[in-house]
């Protein structure tokens, strides 16, 4: 998978999130409390992962799963 997108006024279920994303990542977001608000998750092999949040925050993590500030060319 590449990019998973909720339609409007719906988010990824946890057992989805759980199942896509490696351990550190999900435990971060559940830590944060945003497991019920992630309505877009992306994937790029070689630079990480993106979430988004329902308040359009987006979040970005390396492939070890720590979150970094967003790559110039994603």
């Known amino acids: 998978w590449r990019a998973i997108d909720a339609p409007d ?3 990824l279920e946890k057992k ?3 199942d896509l994303l490696p351990a550190a990542i999900y435990n971060y977001i559940e ?8 309505n877009e998750l992306e ?3 070689k630079m990480g992962y993106k979430i988004e ?8 993590f390396n492939l070890s799963g720590k979150t970094i500030r967003k790559p110039i060319n994603w």
């Open 31 to 38: 830590s944060k409390r945003l497991i019920n608000k992630i």
């Open 16 to 18: 989805m999130l759980s």
């Open 43 to 45: 994937y790029h092999p």
């Open 9 to 11: 006024n719906v988010y």
């Open 53 to 60: 949040t329902n308040r359009g925050k987006e979040i970005y």
